[in-house]
């Protein structure tokens, strides 16, 4: 059994930082699987679908704004990975390997065997499965703040700093859901 990790929303001024696991069925059925950044969101939506009628195993996990600010956001995204992981009790001895898009590995996942792959959302199908429905449910997550908080966008920019978005920020100020210690929100405090 091979399980696929991303996270998503590292860069964004808002919001938590999502991660997903996912174990996918050999062989997978699921065509046009990549890394979530290179697909349409009517092609992401799709897949996502796919994804959780298809998988062996999916978990999603979260760490929130509060966390990131506290911890800093790569430790806030290893934290997340971890948890989604965690979430799958999937029995490590049963797990070939654990594959991490990006350079490093989680602390808390020191019992599984772990691989780190850089540009792994691009080339392992379980990575780019996580990544897709990491990338969906933090996207939904991001249009139910801006029902939240209308003024700043987060339904067109999901949170990122965008030129509208710091227009926003600037008139109005940081809110709830803004990462505090990122230094464009930092710079307003």
């Not at 930082?17 to 799709?46: F, H, M, N, W």
């Not at 780190?116 to 991001?142: N, T």
């Amino acid at each position: 059994m091979i399980v696929g990790v991303d996270e998503v929303g590292r860069g964004p001024l808002a919001g938590s930082v999502v991660a997903a696991a996912v174990i996918l069925p050999e062989p997978c059925p699921i065509i046009g699987l990549a890394d979530s950044k290179q697909l349409s969101e009517k092609k992401r939506l799709r897949l996502d679908a796919e994804i959780r009628r298809y998988a062996t195993g999916f978990a999603i996990a979260e760490v929130s704004v509060t966390e990131i600010d506290q911890i800093n956001i790569l430790q806030a995204s290893l934290l997340a990975m971890t948890r989604a992981v965690k979430q799958l009790a999937a029995d490590p001895e049963q797990v070939l390997a654990v594959m991490i898009d990006g350079n490093k590995i989680p602390q808390g996942l020191h019992a599984y065997r772990c691989q780190a792959i850089i540009g792994g959302d691009a080339m392992v199908p379980a990575i780019s499965a996580a990544s897709i429905i990491a990338k969906v449910y933090r996207d939904r997550l991001m249009q139910e703040l801006d029902t939240l908080y209308p003024d700043y966008g987060f339904a067109r920019h999901k949170g990122y700093g965008t030129a509208m978005h710091l227009a926003a920020l600037k008139s109005r100020g940081p809110c709830a859901v803004h990462r505090k210690s990122f230094a464009p929100v930092a710079a307003l405090l």
